[in-house]
């Protein structure tokens, strides 16, 4: 059993689709640090782990949205920034750079009191006008062949999405491990 | 004594002036938290305190750039935003807006084992093209009375600045406690 620390009943939903083993939701307040998305998601693992009864593997997750042409900004401040600035502004100052180039990445981390482990999962595309009534955050903005985050379905941005690649990658760890 | 908890031997200096008692510099790199100034050096406070030898009160400073027309961007991740971004792209964004006030803040944490308190000082001004040589960060952006931060001296910036109200906050706070 794994328990994933998440206030987004979504994600939970997700991760079964990929995890043989049973998925149970936690929804615990950890400490968020600053750093790269990976520091961030092993430390609110470790935290959690060491804070909330029972004494199942945590999973955490972290995500964020790196422009290439602003070095990576927003990065793991992308919530932060999505609230002050916004993605229209985000855009803006995107729009003046030759090079729209973006990634969407989620890093998942495992702690299990003795192992910790993270899994990375990444989507490129491009930052464009925003389009599309869909979808959540920054998906306005990021276009991946063609289309929005915006205008595409959960479904169909599952099938693609940063965070369904982590999930696979930790599934297969996984899987080996328990062999 | 107060053993100040920073890689930043000016702002030793600077705290000495204030401070009847005596300042020594503590070079511990403690966890930086996603969250408010006020979190952030406090939480940095705690941990120095229970991670360094010596049990001498710590003090911990954390400090940001909060553009009003920016819903307070880029904030406690001024730092971040200045790697990335640069202090340009911000001068671009703030342009755009008719509002071009911005506050400079600085919170000290104060953290004895027992008692913690904060105590915030702030300078009020405008962001503008930049403008002059001195200075770090953001000062050649931050206009204060006609000049930015990074047309004047140390000595005139500290006369007016953020940390040194804060400072003078402590050191009132301080003397109190100690009659």
Redesign the interface.
């Given at each position: 059993m794994i328990r994933f620390v998440t206030g987004n009943e979504g994600k939970v939903h997700e991760a079964r689709e990929y995890l043989d083993e049973s998925v149970e939701q936690v929804d615990y307040d950890y400490?968020?640090?600053?750093?790269e998305l990976k520091d961030?998601a092993l430390?609110g693992s470790r935290e959690t782990f060491a804070e909330t009864p029972g004494d199942g593997p945590v999973l955490v997750d972290d995500t964020g949205l790196f422009v290439e042409a602003?070095?990576?900004?927003?990065?793991?401040?992308s919530a932060?920034?999505e609230?002050?600035?916004g993605i229209e502004?985000v855009w803006?100052?995107a729009q003046?750079e030759e090079n729209r180039r973006a990634t969407f990445r989620t890093v998942l981390a495992y702690y299990d009191g003795e192992t910790a482990e993270t899994f990375e999962g990444s989507v490129r595309g491009r930052i464009v006008a925003p389009r599309g009534d869909d979808g959540f955050g920054y998906d306005p903005i990021f276009a991946h062949d063609g289309r929005t985050f915006a205008e595409m379905s959960t479904a169909e941005k599952n099938a693609i999405s940063h965070r369904g690649r982590a999930l696979a990658k930790f599934a297969d760890w996984l899987a080996e491990r328990n062999e």
């Open positions: 400490t968020e640090i600053q750093g961030i430390y602003l070095s990576g900004f927003p990065g793991p401040y932060f920034v609230d002050t600035l502004r803006e100052i003046r």
